[in-house]
């Protein structure tokens, strides 16, 4: 088995994370995970919906 990480530790560490992750994001940066996506805060016109009376 490989080492233990305590789970207050575990926590810590994510938190961090997750918090750089989203830092980030708002500041407009552009976030890439190898194997996984690249992600970005973006905006995008509305588009129309499907009628769903024809199907």
């Known amino acids: 088995m490989g080492p233990r990480i305590p789970k207050p530790e575990?926590?810590?560490?994510?938190?961090?994370l997750f918090s750089s992750i989203v830092e980030a994001l708002q500041q407009g940066d552009?976030?890439?995970?190898?194997g996984l996506g690249t992600f970005r805060v973006g905006g995008s016109k509305a588009r129309g919906g499907a009628e769903s009376k024809y199907g």
Not at 10 to 16: E, F, G, N
Not at 30 to 34: G, N, T
């Open 10 to 16: 575990c926590r810590r560490v994510l938190d961090t």
């Open 30 to 34: 552009l976030i890439e995970f190898r």
